[in-house]
């Protein structure tokens, strides 16, 4: 052991010693939650009593603008209490706001015309869009009318021509790199087709019909294809192909109406380790008939790359590749003239490049890249001179650039999305931003705080920016683009009618992690009938995949954690180490480490939450989670048993050999080493202490099932005592209604030692 990892490991254990003895000292004078059977059926009915009313009450954390074709005037609906609605109108220059029409003549008037009752606060319009003139545009049951906005009267109309804009759609989304079977035929002069024959590639004159045979050495088993055109129509970029054939798993539909038999499916899915199509890239110049081996190794991982030419020049075009493992990411040019190639990027890591937050967007009339890197520690973007390879940082701080909205290319700005550079707030709330290619001009869109989701009008001259916490309701304001100034504010929550109810929201807690120093962010659900003079169990809601962060940041008071609070419990969601949206040594513990989970930190987390929150029992600990979230909480029983209790564990990928190849790769690395048989549930399951139930659907097509009857299997093996739930016909799922019901009646069990209401007994 390094001294690094041993000192924190010394720190760990002195936290955890501190805390126990803290907590122990809180906790004398108060006594176990422990319900009698009429108490427990109590909380169930305040359980689904209080979820209802709660989801009841409208929060309208996201308002959807509809705009005018000419940006000066938008439309949302406004969610009202009891699901109801009512449609609002807003004149963008002055901010004024006002219902859009008179719901109750505009139902009357509906009513008339299609025969069917019609409630005001309940409108169903398939389409709307305020025209010129105080007109309207309503579809109706498939039928168009006009809207007389001045007396709400409604006219047939075959005029069906509305405009649309999706304003929730980032302007510049990220670009594929991958060409999958995009081919083109014809070449960009018209004159010439390509043709796979025999798995040979030929070049068809249009005019004459004479064929070109480039290629001899293609076959059936290996043909050339995956092709692409140069500008100028001169040469073709193809690759021989070396096919892998993909395995299938399978899964058996057991209950399908009609039949006596199980069903047998079939698909491909790709498993960590399996051979992948290879890829050689040749370039063929049609005229002199030649062919040359680009001199690059096959790409032997995700298909064949698009190509990005030169601004008016078909002597250069680059692609990326990802190396197999993830750790390497390359923008490779090639030369057609030679087959020579050079890396424009070139980065490499000891750890793994995470693919899919990969950003580039390629301008060739200046010959540059812009480009997304974790290289200094933290994501940001880049500047790269495509001809040189000299990269200038755009970006630069303690924070993660998110997601790329859109890039001005004539004012030389990118608006980007980011989290964390805002000191004294939760470093995971989303704000927006622009700033010049040279890094300069900086501009916060959302200077609030909270949690933003931002919409731009059609021109962009207007945005509506709409910020919460977990416990602080959203406001929508709507602010010029330019300045960012504030035009007026279009909704301001209230938490009035939620306390109303009894419910506790969400509370926000922070603790150091495993190293003493870092963050660890989480929030915490109490019941809203909870006694002071009495503790509860703890259950931990865990989802630790590492390709995100996932405790909520938005408005919520109404969840199933909360519904699970009501029974008697102290409900926690935590991003520990090993998630992402930090900072890349942060996100690195994951490596080659899932079966982590964030555990050390996890742990400390509750055990300082502990002296925050004395009611809270971290002697009774329970941990449920789905998918990646099910492997971890089976972890937490056979890793940490002597803080985690009882566990439920639906569809969990139990060992990353048996789950699907690109999200396993990515974090447990290529080649497939011991490290993924140690990590595995199923290598471990004789360590299992404490009480695990087990969750899965039989029609499983994101993780086979097989990975929970092969834990099931190791655990009968190791002569364990589990509970097993398959759910006949049932995908990838947390076990739906009934599933759920049946985790809650696990956890009453496990943790309250009582009983939960018998739907079997007749009332």
């Not at 698009?306 to 197999?324: A, G, I």
């Not at 700033?435 to 021109?459: A, R």
């Amino acid at each position: 052991m390094s001294i690094y990892a041993t000192v924190k490991k010394s720190i760990a254990f002195t936290l955890l010693s501190f805390v126990s003895v803290q907590l122990l000292a809180q906790q004398t004078k108060l006594q176990p939650y422990q319900p009698n059977a009429a108490e427990v059926a109590a909380a169930y009915q305040l359980s689904l009593k209080m979820d209802t009313t709660l989801r009841n009450i409208p929060t309208n954390n996201e308002i959807t603008p509809f705009w005018k074709k000419d940006g000066t005037a938008f439309w949302y609906k406004k969610n009202l209490p009891d699901r109801t609605w009512e449609y609002y109108y807003v004149d963008a220059a002055t901010g004024k706001r006002q219902v859009a029409f008179d719901h109750n003549k505009l139902a009357q008037n509906i009513e008339k015309l299609t025969g069917k009752k019609q409630n005001p606060v309940k409108i169903q319009l398939g389409e709307l869009y305020f025209a010129d003139q105080g007109t309207a545009k309503l579809k109706i049951a498939d039928k168009w009318y006009q809207l007389n906005l001045s007396n709400n009267n409604l006219t047939n109309t075959t005029d069906s021509n509305i405009y649309r804009y999706n304003a929730r759609r980032p302007l510049q989304q990220r670009r594929s790199r991958w060409q999958g079977n995009r081919e083109i035929k014809k070449s960009p002069d018209g004159k010439s087709e390509i043709l796979i024959r025999g798995g040979n590639l030929f070049v068809i004159d249009l005019a004459t019909k004479a064929e070109t045979q480039l290629s001899t050495d293609g076959s059936v088993d290996k043909p050339y294809g995956e092709f692409a055109w140069s500008p100028d129509s001169k040469d073709i970029v193809a690759y021989k192909i070396d096919p892998k054939e993909i395995k299938n798993v399978y899964y058996v539909l057991s209950s399908v109406p009609g039949t006596t038999r199980g069903e047998l499916k079939t698909r491909e899915y790709a498993q960590p380790g399996d051979d992948f199509t290879a890829y050689q890239p040749y370039v063929f110049n049609v005229a002199k008939k030649t062919a040359i081996k680009v001199d690059a190794d096959p790409i032997d991982f995700f298909g064949a790359p698009e190509l990005h030419w030169r601004n008016n020049n078909s002597r250069y075009y680059t692609y990326e590749k990802v190396d197999r493992g993830h750790q390497r990411f390359r923008v490779i040019e090639v030369d057609v003239l030679t087959g020579k190639t050079r890396n424009i990027i070139d980065e490499k890591t000891k750890t793994f490049i995470y693919e899919s937050r990969i950003y580039t967007r390629y301008l060739p009339k200046t010959n540059e890249i812009l480009w997304t890197s974790e290289q200094d520690g933290w994501q940001h973007l880049y500047l790269v001179n495509a001809l040189t390879g000299k990269q200038q940082l755009i970006t630069k701080g303690n924070y993660v650039v998110r997601d790329i909205d859109s890039v001005d290319i004539v004012k030389r700005q990118v608006w980007f999305r980011a989290n964390g550079m805002h000191a004294g707030e939760d470093p995971y709330f989303i704000h927006y931003y622009r700033i010049g290619f040279d890094g300069k001009g900086l501009v916060n869109l959302t200077p609030e705080k909270g949690n933003h989701s931002l919409s731009f009008s059609p021109d962009r001259k207007y945005y509506i920016d709409t910020y919460s916490q977990v416990n602080v309701p959203p406001v929508s304001e709507l602010r010029l683009t330019e300045s960012t100034k504030k035009v007026s504010e279009i909704e301001h929550g209230k938490t009035d009618a939620y306390l109303a109810t009894g419910v506790k929201l969400p509370e926000v807690f922070v603790a150091k992690g495993r190293d003493g120093k870092t963050d660890i962010w989480g929030i915490v659900c109490l019941p809203s009938k909870m006694d002071p003079n009495k503790t509860y169990p703890v259950i931990e809601n865990i989802y630790a995949g590492p390709h995100d962060s996932f405790v909520p940041k938005s408005f919520l008071p109404a969840s199933e954690m909360q519904s699970i609070a009501e029974l008697g419990f102290i409900v926690v969601q935590i991003d520990g180490m090993g998630t992402a949206n930090r900072s890349k040594a942060f996100h690195d513990v994951c490596w080659k480490n899932i079966a982590d989970s964030g555990f050390p930190d996890r742990i400390l987390w509750m055990k300082a939450m502990a002296l925050k929150y004395p009611n809270a029992d971290i002697s009774k600990v329970g941990i449920y989670g789905t998918s990646a979230g099910g492997q971890s909480s089976t972890g937490a029983l056979l890793s940490h048993p002597e803080f985690y209790k009882a566990a439920v564990s639906a569809c969990g990928c139990h060992d990353n050999r048996i789950d699907k190849q690109w999200w396993n790769e990515q974090w447990m690395g290529y080649p497939v080493g011991p490290h993924y048989a140690e990590q595995s549930n199923i290598t471990n399951a004789a360590k299992l202490q404490g009480d695990l139930f087990l969750i899965v659907g039989e029609a499983d097509e994101n993780v086979p099932p097989e990975s929970t009857y092969r834990l099931a299997d190791a655990l009968i093996k190791a002569n364990k005592n589990f509970d097993i739930l398959s759910i006949p016909g049932m995908g990838h799922s947390d076990g739906g209604v009934y599933g759920r019901r049946r985790k809650r009646d696990f956890f009453v069990k496990h943790l309250l030692n009582a009983e939960a209401p018998n739907p079997n007994i007749a009332k």
